[in-house]
């Protein structure tokens, strides 16, 4: 059974930092591909930071120069680490994982079969 289990989120201050984990378990495989999204109240889920099978990595406009995505693949571990939080990046975290997803795709919802429960990260200004 695939188990994606997000932690590090919190409640920080605008320009504060936070490192997101999820932890995979159940799954491993060759052409991994995992991606962070994030769902405020009242809005649809979007694609913040995604990283394919080959190391390639794929940000949303709003968060390039801020946030950093990575994974260890020994450790079955993504992370996100989020600098220079604005309070527009209040949102629920979620981590995905899909197997053998294209880069254009990355930060795209749809067709990504595994979720995590997701993570609250609060910014206030």
């Known amino acids: 059974q695939v188990q994606l289990v997000e932690s590090g989120g919190g409640s920080v201050q605008a320009g504060g930092s936070l490192r997101l984990s999820c932890v995979a378990s159940?799954?491993?495989?060759?052409?991994?591909?995992m991606g962070w999204f994030r769902q405020a109240p009242g809005k649809e889920r979007e694609g913040v930071a995604g990283?394919?099978?080959?190391?390639?990595?794929r940000y949303a406009d709003f968060v390039k120069g801020r946030f950093t995505i990575s994974k260890d693949n020994a450790k079955n571990t993504l992370y996100l680490q989020m600098n220079s939080l604005k309070p527009e990046d209040t949102a629920m975290y979620y981590c995905?994982?899909?197997?053998?997803?294209?880069?254009?795709?990355?930060?795209?919802?749809?067709?990504?079969?595994?979720w995590g429960q997701g993570t609250q990260v609060t910014v206030s200004s």
């Open positions: 995905a994982a899909e197997p053998g997803r294209s880069w254009w795709l990355l930060l795209r919802p749809t067709g990504y079969n595994y």
């Open positions: 990283i394919d099978s080959n190391g390639s990595t």
């Open positions: 159940g799954y491993t495989h060759s052409r991994n591909c």
